[in-house]
């Protein structure tokens, strides 16, 4: 199956900062997503970007289609960016089962 | 507009027994995914709907595992004679018409078994 890989792991920030989250990826695909995984648990929807540069606030992300590579830039963090930074991505081709293959996540630790 | 709901928040149960996990998806999204996520395996799909007919279930765990949905809406997904490997947080998630479009998370059911 399709290989995900997120760097760094772990990332630990001053308020303020900046910062880029890495998304690679192993076949071509036809959805990429970008979520934030709160303290609580929930998955939040932050981009759906297969290919192409996209802008939201301090975030912005950009997918490289025919590299396989995304990468997620937090602007000025906050420490409310805390939390588990998830990209997850969808086949091409469809394969069996048509849902999202995800990372492993990057942990990112703002501190005030 | 209202979310992607799940029931319930939690459940802890005793090995051996049934229970019974319930998805609501955001009203008019006709497809609708199954996902875990435990500390051992991450986040990993397990079943995809698109109207009422899952085309693959190759995805479940187990034969434990069942799962259906009926009138194109609610999703229920059923695991038999649970294992406390079966502890984790099953997530549900809806997208508008399938493939290559955003899928919208539920705040997911954490299920831990005894």
């Known amino acids: 199956g399709i290989q995900v890989e997120q760097s760094p792991p772990d990332l630990i920030l001053q308020e303020g900062a900046n910062s880029t989250l890495r998304c690679n990826f192993s076949?071509?695909?036809?959805?990429l997503q970008w979520f934030h995984q709160n303290p609580w648990g929930q998955l939040i929807n932050l981009f759906y970007?297969?290919?192409g540069t996209k802008q939201n606030g301090r975030l912005s992300a950009t997918t490289v289609a025919t590299e396989r590579y995304s990468l997620l830039y937090i602007s000025s963090s906050q420490t409310t960016d805390s939390g588990v930074y998830f990209c997850?991505?969808?086949?091409?081709?469809?394969?069996?089962?048509?849902?999202?293959?995800f990372g492993k996540g990057t942990h990112l630790i703002i501190q005030p | 507009g209202a979310g992607v709901s799940q029931s319930p928040s939690n459940k802890v149960t005793e090995k051996g027994k049934d229970v019974e996990l319930r998805c609501d998806p955001i009203s008019g999204h006709t497809a609708l995914y199954w996902y875990r996520q435990s500390l051992g395996q991450g986040l990993e799909f397990l079943i995809y709907?698109?109207?009422?007919?899952?085309?693959?279930k190759s995805g479940l765990p187990s034969d434990r595992f069942s799962a259906e949905r009926t009138g194109g809406s609610v999703s229920t997904l059923t695991i038999q004679r649970t294992q406390q490997e079966d502890s984790a947080v099953y997530l549900c998630?809806?997208?508008?018409?399938?493939?290559?479009?955003?899928?919208?998370f539920g705040p997911g059911t954490r299920l831990l078994v005894l």
């Open positions: 709907f698109q109207g009422n007919s899952a085309p693959d």
């Open positions: 998630a809806s997208s508008l018409a399938g493939r290559a479009e955003t899928q919208y």
């Open positions: 970007i297969p290919s």
């Open positions: 997850a991505v969808e086949l091409y081709s469809g394969g069996g089962a048509d849902g999202l293959t």
């Open positions: 076949d071509s695909v036809n959805n």
